[in-house]
């Protein structure tokens, strides 16, 4: 409560500068306005040059003496504010020796601060971390998700609503095993329709796509085991098994599927343990898995003991259902991955995984032992309540108009600059392009992060690393003017890389 003999007003960012809530005691001063607000401005003073950098972890303050005389105040005040600040754990006193700045004061650097990661290597990562690392004026025609304004928004309120007027332990206990049997259910249905027959005890719940994956990964492989990938593939499955410490081996991709020849061949002389892919809508080219290629490989991967993720995770962006390999399979060597972050939003992260029932079985005890647990309650209440109801459907259909015409928009502006799509998909949001002649996509990726852009260059799809002439474009990111003018600009430079 305010104290009546305060009569110094200071509004909330003044109070919260540096992250810090600072008391009343601290803002007015035990002893009087004058005194606490010189002692608060020897703090800040201080807290400025450790966040500056100009004091580091290890480094010895001024001394007490020497501190007052260049601020203007007394020792008293300095010593007091040297007190608080040890007390708050930024510095540390040393008997006879001073204080010094406390290891664990150093303040991470703001994105703010620094320059777009030039000399990054453009590794599977590359993407990733230029994406979701970007300032909100950063454009992002490379990315992997739509932009906020195409999401539910105003959906995902109303169901955020209805979450908060939930039974308490949806809100604070952890969650059973398998997840919310009410989502579960949901997603027995999508199946169905997809015609994959399962049962509730083959299905569980994870906390996002990328942990599915990677719990299949941790129950199937062994450190040097190979896993068969398409090339291109999407980036992060090279990245999780590079985690993995598998051995990866690609096969040439087509507007089909995997290269049956070459697929074949691997098999026989690598004996890879796993293959995973998208077989819907495929990232990054955007491909359908054709019923031809989908029933031969099934009978390469059973004559050859090979298991078969199947990342489903763009399938409701396809207009009609392709082939889908859990289907013929019936769930036997395929699991089925998938998550809602790219239709939903990729905020409120829940996955799951579908497979034999004494796989998910085991894969259950191995995400308890993990992470105790998969997917969230809470996010699960939400999302099985936006997927109730007509709700879900009336929306994908939206995003399918949206994304046909942004394809056809972005194809032809794409090939005013020479860059042309490999093919044009069925459905989603991506354009895998060759891009002109002579040009590197790594070098146009480079230049067009300096100018606010980040592009998605082909080699990080390519585990061959044979696919520099390529580019994959997020055609609902593509949107802004200022995209075409950065390609424009370093298409006609020649592909040139930024100055050093």
């Known amino acids: 409560m305010l104290a009546k003999t305060a009569t110094i007003r200071y509004d909330s960012h003044e109070l919260y500068r540096y992250g810090e809530a600072y008391t009343l005691d601290e803002r007015v001063g035990k002893k009087g306005g004058r005194r606490g607000m010189r002692t608060i401005e020897i703090m800040d003073a201080i807290r400025a040059r450790v966040a500056s950098r100009a004091l580091a972890a290890g480094d010895r303050l001024p001394s007490i003496r020497r501190f007052a005389a260049t601020m203007g105040v007394s020792p008293s005040t300095v010593v007091e504010a040297y007190d608080r600040l040890a007390a708050q754990g930024l510095i540390r006193a040393r008997q006879g020796s001073g204080f010094y700045v406390s290891p664990s004061a150093m303040p991470p650097l703001a994105l703010a601060q620094a320059e777009p990661r030039l000399d990054r290597e453009v590794d599977p990562f590359w993407v990733s971390r230029q994406s979701l690392d970007a300032g909100a004026a950063t454009l992002k025609p490379g990315c992997g998700w739509l932009p906020a304004d195409w999401m539910p928004d105003a959906a995902l309120r109303k169901a955020f609503r209805t979450l908060a007027r939930a039974d308490g332990s949806v809100l604070a206990d952890y969650g059973s095993t398998r997840g919310s049997p009410t989502l579960r259910r949901l997603l027995l249905a999508r199946f169905a329709e997809d015609g994959i027959e399962a049962s509730a005890d083959q299905i569980m719940l994870t906390a996002s796509g990328t942990q599915a994956v990677d719990l299949v990964c941790r129950f199937l492989l062994r450190p040097g085991d190979t896993v068969l990938v398409d090339d291109p593939c999407y980036f992060n499955f090279r990245a999780l098994l590079r985690a993995h410490q598998a051995a990866i081996v690609a096969v040439p991709y087509t507007p089909s599927g995997p290269d049956l020849a070459r697929f074949e061949e691997v098999l026989a002389g690598r004996r890879p343990r796993l293959y995973i892919t998208n077989s819907a809508l495929h990232n990054p080219t955007g491909a359908t898995l054709s019923l031809q290629t989908a029933h031969r490989l099934l009978a390469l991967a059973a004559a050859h003991d090979l298991a078969i993720v199947e990342d489903d995770i763009f399938a409701d962006f396809e207009p009609e259902p392709s082939p889908r390999l859990a289907a013929l399979d019936g769930l036997n060597r395929v699991i089925r991955v998938g998550s809602f972050s790219k239709t ?20 259950v005890d191995l995400q308890v032992a993990t992470s105790f647990g998969g997917a969230s309650p809470a ?26 015409r942004a394809r056809r928009e972005t194809a032809e502006k794409l090939k005013s600059l020479g860059i042309v799509p490999w093919l044009m998909p069925r459905g989603g949001f991506y354009l895998w392009c060759r891009i002109p002649d002579g040009s590197d996509s790594a070098v146009l990726a480079r230049t067009a992060l300096a100018e606010g852009v980040v592009l998605a260059p082909g080699n990080v799809f390519s585990p061959s690393q044979t696919a520099s002439s390529f580019l994959r474009f997020n055609v609902a990111q593509c949107g802004d003017s200022r995209v075409w003018d950065v390609m424009r600009h370093i298409i006609e430079a020649g592909s040139a890389g930024p100055q050093t």
Request: hydrophobic share 40%; charged share 30%.
């Open 379 to 404: 996010v699960t209440h939400v999302i099985a309540d936006l997927l109730s109801g007509g709700f879900y459907r009336k929306h994908m259909d939206e995003l399918r108009r949206r994304l046909s």
């Open 344 to 363: 939903l939003s990729a905020s409120v992260r829940c996955g799951y995984i579908a497979g034999r029932r004494d796989w998910v079985e085991d894969l």
